[in-house]
């Protein structure tokens, strides 16, 4: 059984900072992609970032030079930087992901195709 451990949620004012981390456990690491996506009250879930495991990435085009996201393989763990965090941004974080590609779109996947993911993390951004 696939495990998560999110970490890194909070409440931070507009411009701020926080990463979130997950790291997964209880299978055999070799996803084809790993990431986020959130969801927000009221709103359809959307996905955030996401890579595969040969570094390719996807990322929803509202947080581009905000976010960053890496990925440590061997530690089947992945860390999402947030930098100039927005009051939109608020959300609960989900860390998730896909063992194969399916013949799908990395944004596709990121956005809909994620098999599995953990309980989430809040993250609020308000002053």
């Known amino acids: 059984q696939v495990q998560f451990v999110e970490s890194g949620g909070g409440l931070v004012q507009p411009g701020g900072s926080l990463t979130l981390s997950c790291e997964v456990s209880?299978?055999?690491?070799?996803?084809?992609?790993i990431g986020w996506f959130r969801q927000a009250p009221g709103k359809e879930r959307e996905g955030v970032y996401c890579?595969?495991?040969?570094?390719?990435?996807y990322y929803r085009d509202s947080v581009r030079g905000r976010f960053t996201i890496s990925r440590d393989n061997a530690k089947n763990t992945v860390t999402l930087q947030m930098n100039g965090l927005k009051p939109e941004d608020t959300a609960v974080y989900y860390c998730?992901?896909?063992?194969?590609?399916?013949?799908?779109?990395?944004?596709?996947?990121?956005?809909?195709?994620?098999?599995?993911w953990g309980k989430g993390t809040l993250v609020t951004v308000s002053s």
């Open positions: 998730a992901t896909r063992s194969t590609s399916g013949g799908y779109g990395l944004g596709y996947i990121c956005n809909y195709g994620m098999d599995v």
């Open positions: 209880g299978s055999s690491g070799d996803y084809y992609a």
């Open positions: 890579i595969t495991s040969d570094g390719s990435t």
